[in-house]
């Protein structure tokens, strides 16, 4: 018999007897030319996946929920201090909110470049690089070109591109891993696949359970004991970060998101007997339910492996919060691996066979996908890059950017969702209106503390829709209008310019706090509160509502 590349170019076998040096063979066997297959398209994905978020950053597009928060974790972090995000509330330590010290790998990167673009650039690497190992195990498995068509399949997926279209979130770091070690889970090596599984702990307090389900895995198919400890880990690790860690960092010293967890019944029997009912209902879940494996033409349901996507669909679907049923927001992303490993494994076998009626089975399925793929495509973010508006400036756009170039480098801004980013990477911003109020994230009727911020930036042009739904954020529009004109008639600010929509307000008359305070200083500062511990006026606002005589005397004075 004689090599492959022998056999490729019709050459016989080579005599035993005959020795070709190592060095002389390397070309002929051409070692390095299959992994151009996954390593171009990462490149191309990563190329994709960063002009769609860097034109969305250059058009405003990007929100301060929630790249601006992330950016001011990331921001804290390159200054070697604590994540406190004055977005998210006066003195909020971000590892409250969820828990992802894996964030911190970004702080070196955001130090060289301070930039949202950072955040969005490296998402889109850590996205483009799970495709390798989807693309080797689909060309070792079912060939080459069976694995450009997983590779496009993952890469142009709905639930890649929904992350890509909204901002940046700490669950790009998880993908690679999955990826990663569902490959490990495919070859056998349950080890790596443990290894690549367990960094998932520090990326959000749920994939603890998404290392479980790959430890039951491994405890089923492979060495039981390395599985049960892995599952272990994942599960207490999970329990920690909920009850423990989080609750630890959070101001409220509770768990930020409990509501979304709540029993959707009147006791903990009947809400567990009617769960699987409640995880179809209403129809949006069950659509969803569908759309997650539809890239994979629902091949991907005869392999065991699309178990280990059954702990992120449970808690999205069981919870109590509308943006974790659907399609929108990057709740999918970290699923897409788990379905193109699991589409590779379920035509394993029919790739092995010897038989014409499996091949043709393959190749349609592949094909299916293929059109599947391309199907979806228009629907979701990375469409935008194909829309003649992606390369339009706007005189919005041009507005916004000339008001907020007035102001100046470390100044502390209250301003519109939309404005957040386009802000953060210079200043110390919180939003306009005032959000949260006592760091409580589901709750918009009540009172607004006033802000005290020395700029505000106030846009009143509804923004694009996607993937929020249509109109401002988070207060309807004729509530901020409303606290937008009580600002300038009882707070002390002055309109310094306006144009398209966009106002751009400073405080007058007052003598700034800053300085010494650092992080928190600032965040006290938009908040309404003095860096010395004094009056939070963020956290008083039912006070003010009994003596709002005496707050606009403290707003005023000079």
């Known amino acids: 018999m004689g090599t492959i590349a022998d056999q490729r170019v019709g050459r016989g076998a080579r005599s035993p007897s005959t020795s070709v040096p190592v060095i002389f063979r390397i070309p002929r066997v051409r070692i390095g030319r299959p992994a151009l297959l996954w390593w171009g398209w990462a490149?191309?994905?990563?190329?994709?996946?960063?002009?769609?978020?860097?034109?969305?950053q250059a058009l405003v597009r990007t929100t301060g929920y929630d790249l601006g928060i992330f950016e001011q974790a990331v921001r804290a972090y390159a200054r070697l201090r604590a994540p406190v995000v004055p977005l998210r509330g006066d003195g909020f330590n971000l590892l409250g909110d969820h828990f992802h010290p894996v964030l911190a790998v970004l702080a070196p990167l955001y130090r060289a470049f301070p930039s949202p673009y950072t955040l969005l650039v490296a998402q889109a690497a850590l996205l483009a690089l799970a495709v390798v190992p989807l693309a080797r195990q689909a060309a070792r498995v079912l060939g080459r070109r069976a694995a450009h068509v997983v590779a496009c399949g993952y890469g142009l997926s709905w639930g890649i591109a929904s992350a890509v279209g909204f901002d940046f979130h700490e669950v790009c770091f998880a993908v690679p891993l999955v990826s990663y070690a569902l490959e490990a889970l495919a070859r056998r090596s349950w080890r790596r696949a443990i290894a690549w599984a367990v960094p998932l702990l520090l990326v959000k307090e749920d994939l603890g359970l998404t290392l479980a389900a790959i430890g039951a895995y491994v405890a089923w198919r492979g060495p039981r004991r390395l599985g049960i400890a892995a599952a272990v880990l994942g599960l207490v690790g999970s329990a920690l970060e909920f009850k423990v860690l989080m609750p630890y960092f959070n101001p409220a010293g509770t768990y930020a998101h409990a509501a979304n967890l709540a029993p959707g019944?009147?006791?903990?029997?009947?809400?567990?007997?009617?769960?699987?009912?409640?995880?179809?209902?209403?129809?949006?879940?069950?659509?969803?339910?569908?759309?997650?494996?539809?890239?994979?033409?629902?091949?991907?349901l005869r392999s065991p492996l699309a178990l280990i996507a059954v702990p992120t669909l449970g808690w999205r679907m069981l919870s109590t919060n509308a943006f974790h049923w659907g399609t929108a927001f990057h709740y999918t992303a970290v699923l897409m691996p788990v379905v193109f490993a699991a589409l590779i494994d379920a035509l394993r076998p029919y790739a092995a066979a010897d038989d014409p009626l499996a091949r043709r089975h393959v190749r349609a399925s592949l094909a299916t996908v293929a059109a599947v793929t391309l199907i979806l495509v228009p629907s979701f973010p990375l469409a935008q890059i194909a829309h003649r508006s992606t390369w339009r400036t706007t005189p919005h756009v041009t507005a916004v950017r000339e008001l907020l170039s007035r102001i100046p480098d470390g100044a502390t801004v209250a301003a519109s969702n939309r404005l957040v980013p386009q802000l953060t990477s210079r200043t110390t911003v919180a939003l306009f209106p005032t959000f949260p109020v006592h760091w409580t994230l589901y709750s918009t009727d009540?009172?607004?503390?006033?802000?005290?911020?020395?700029w505000i930036a106030y846009d009143r042009v509804p923004p694009e829709s996607w993937p929020y739904p249509p109109g401002p954020w988070p207060y309807p529009a004729p509530r901020q209008e409303q606290e937008y004109a009580t600002t300038l008639a009882r707070y002390g600010y002055v309109r310094v310019a306006e144009a398209d929509g966009?106002?751009?307000?400073?405080?007058?008359?007052?003598?700034?706090?800053?300085?010494?305070?650092?992080?928190?200083?600032?965040?006290?500062?938009?908040?309404?509160?003095?860096?010395?511990?004094?009056?939070?006026?963020?956290?008083?606002?039912?006070?003010?509502?009994?003596?709002?005589?005496?707050?606009?005397?403290?707003?005023?004075?000079?």
Request: glycine share 10%; net charge positive.
């Open 43 to 56: 490149a191309a994905l990563f190329l994709l996946y960063a002009t769609v978020s860097a034109r969305r």
């Open 502 to 558: 966009v106002s751009l307000l400073r405080r007058k008359g007052r003598r700034e706090i800053g300085g010494r305070g650092g992080t928190r200083g600032a965040s006290a500062l938009v908040h309404g509160t003095a860096p010395d511990g004094h009056t939070v006026l963020s956290r008083l606002g039912q006070w003010g509502e009994a003596h709002p005589e005496r707050i606009s005397a403290l707003r005023t004075s000079p």
């Open 265 to 300: 019944h009147h006791s903990l029997l009947t809400t567990l007997a009617l769960a699987p009912l409640d995880a179809v209902r209403p129809e949006v879940k069950a659509t969803t339910l569908v759309l997650v494996f539809a890239p994979a033409a629902l091949i991907a």
């Open 446 to 454: 009540g009172p607004i503390p006033p802000p005290t911020a020395q």
